[in-house]
C-alpha cells in the first residue's frame, strides 16, 4: 500500500488528541474528563455534564446558575420554525426533520457564519443545547397532529422538554422518577470520543463549517442503524420476537448463522470488549423507572432474557459481544410515553454536547488539520478512452 496505510473503519487510527473522555474497552471503563460515568449518573445532572464536559471543570454553584440560566433563556424557537417542521409530511422519519432543522439553525443566526471566536461559540454552544430539545419535543408533537407549546423555562431544563414533548399525551404533571431518569439517559449519551457521529462532526468541522452545520452531519450519521440507530432498531428488534419467533433461543440461532446478515441490535462495540458500562446503569434504571409508574414491560423481560441466552452462547462470548448503551434505553423511552421513532432524536439530544465539546477542542487544536484520508487504489490501469460507436 506504499505510504498509506490500510485501515478500514479507522479501528486502529488515531485521527486526534483529545482531553475530553476516556474510555478502555477491556476493562469497561468510561470517564468523562477523569470523572468515572457511574459518579456522574448517580450525582450529576445533563447539564452540569455539558458543562464539564465543555469547560473540562465541573461548575461552582454561581457558574452552574450562569449556564443554566443562559441556555434556558433560549429555550424558545422563532415562530418559523414552527413552521419550518410544520412543513414536513407527519409520517416523515423524526431524524430527517430534526436534521433539517438544525441545518437551518445558521440561516436564524447569520453571525456564527460571519463572526470567528469564543463569544460566537459561547452563543452557538447556548443555542444549540437550548434550542434543540424544543425541536424534538415539536417534531414529536408535529408527527402526532398535535399543537407546539411554548417553551416554559421556569420549569427547568429536562421536565420542561418532557412537558413539552408529552403533555396532554400523559399526565400534564411531569412525575420526578421520569425526569431524573431522562436526565440520567441524556447525560449518559452526553460523549463518547471518536463514535462515528462525533467523528463525523470533527471530519466536517475541520474544513471550518461552523458548528450548527458540523453537528448535523453528526445527526446524520448518528440516524445509522449500526449507531444511534440502534435503539429504535432494538425495540423493533423486541417486537418481532416476540410476535413472530415466540422464543428467543430461535431468534439467537438466526443471528449465529452468518448467511442469515441478522445481528443482534444493541450488542457490540467497537471498542467495549467488556460489558458497556452506560449499559450497566441503564439496565438498573430501566428497573426503577418501571417499578416507580408500577408499570411492567414483556418486552423488558424478552431482553433480559436475550442477554442472558447471549452472554451463555459461544459465539458472543468468543467475539467478546456484550449489551452496549442501546439495549434497554428504548425500554425506558417507551415506559416513559415516546415512540419508537423518537429513540434517536433522544440519543442525538443526549449527544449534543459531546458533538459541541469536541468541536471546540478541534477548533482550538494548532496540530488540527483538515480531515482528508488517503485511500488504496483499486480500479483498473490506465487505459485509452474508447469512443461511444465503438464499444
Ligand atoms: N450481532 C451478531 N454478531 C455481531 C454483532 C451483533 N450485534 N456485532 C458484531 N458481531 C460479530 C460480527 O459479525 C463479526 O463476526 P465475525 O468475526 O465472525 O465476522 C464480529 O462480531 C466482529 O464484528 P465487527 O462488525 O467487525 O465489529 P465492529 O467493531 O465493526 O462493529 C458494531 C461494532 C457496534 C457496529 C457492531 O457490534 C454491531 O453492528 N452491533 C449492532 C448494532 C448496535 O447495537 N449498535 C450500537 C453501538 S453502541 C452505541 C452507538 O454507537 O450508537
Not at 490500510?6 to 488528541?17: E, I, L, S, V
Not at 408529552?166 to 412525575?175: F, Q
Not at 456484550?322 to 429513540?343: C, E, H
Not at 432524536?345 to 459541541?356: D, E, K, Q, T, V
Request: net charge negative.
Amino acid at each position: 500500500t506504499g505510504d498509506v496505510t490500510y485501515d478500514p473503519g479507522f479501528g486502529n487510527t488515531a485521527n486526534c488528541q483529545s482531553g475530553i473522555t476516556f474510555i478502555d474497552g477491556a476493562e469497561g471503563i468510561l470517564r468523562y474528563r477523569g470523572y468515572p460515568i457511574e459518579e456522574l449518573a448517580q450525582h450529576s445532572g445533563y447539564l452540569e455534564t455539558s458543562y464539564l464536559l465543555g469547560k473540562g471543570e465541573l461548575p461552582s454553584t454561581e457558574q452552574f446558575e450562569a449556564f443554566e440560566t443562559r441556555v434556558l433563556r433560549h429555550t424558545h424557537v422563532h415562530e418559523d420554525f414552527r413552521r419550518l417542521i410544520a412543513s414536513f409530511p407527519r409520517s416523515a422519519h423524526p431524524m430527517a426533520i430534526i436534521s433539517s432543522a438544525v441545518s437551518a439553525l445558521p440561516g436564524f443566526y447569520p453571525e456564527v457564519f460571519e463572526v470567528a471566536g469564543e463569544d460566537v461559540e459561547e452563543l452557538a454552544t447556548v443555542l444549540l443545547l437550548a434550542k434543540l430539545p424544543t425541536i424534538v419535543a415539536y417534531v414529536l408533537r408535529h408527527t402526532r397532529g398535535q399543537r407546539m407549546p411554548d417553551a416554559e423555562p421556569e420549569n427547568g431544563f429536562v421536565r420542561d422538554f418532557l412537558r413539552m414533548a408529552l403533555h396532554e399525551v400523559r399526565d400534564p404533571e411531569v412525575p420526578d422518577e421520569v425526569v431524573s431518569a431522562m436526565d440520567k439517559l441524556l447525560l449518559l449519551h452526553a460523549d463518547h470520543e471518536q463514535n462515528c457521529s462525533t467523528a463525523t462532526v470533527r471530519n466536517v468541522g475541520s474544513a471550518h463549517a461552523n458548528l450548527f452545520l458540523s453537528v448535523a452531519a453528526g445527526i446524520n450519521a448518528l440516524s445509522g442503524p449500526l449507531h444511534g440507530g440502534a435503539n429504535e432498531a432494538v425495540l423493533t428488534m423486541l417486537e418481532e420476537i416476540r410476535d413472530t419467533h415466540g422464543d428467543v433461543n430461535t431468534f439467537v440461532n438466526k443471528v449465529k448463522d452468518k448467511s442469515s446478515d441478522v445481528r443482534l441490535m444493541g450488542f457490540g462495540h467497537r471498542v467495549y470488549k467488556n460489558y458497556d458500562p452506560r449499559a450497566a446503569i441503564v439496565k438498573s434504571a430501566a428497573d426503577e423507572v418501571l417499578g416507580s409508574l408500577g408499570m411492567s414491560d414483556d418486552l423488558l423481560d424478552l431482553a433480559r432474557e436475550l442477554e442472558d441466552v447471549a452472554l451463555n452462547d459461544d459465539y458472543f462470548v468468543q467475539r467478546k459481544l456484550y449489551p452496549n448503551v442501546d439495549f434497554y434505553t428504548g425500554l425506558i423511552y417507551r415506559a416513559i410515553g415516546f415512540p419508537t421513532s423518537m429513540f434517536t432524536p433522544l440519543f442525538a439530544l443526549g449527544r449534543m454536547p459531546g458533538w459541541i465539546a469536541q468541536w471546540r477542542e478541534m477548533m482550538h487544536d494548532p496540530s488540527t488539520r483538515i480531515a482528508r484520508p488517503r485511500q488504496v487504489y483499486t480500479g483498473p490501469a490506465m487505459r485509452g478512452y474508447v469512443p461511444m460507436a465503438e464499444r
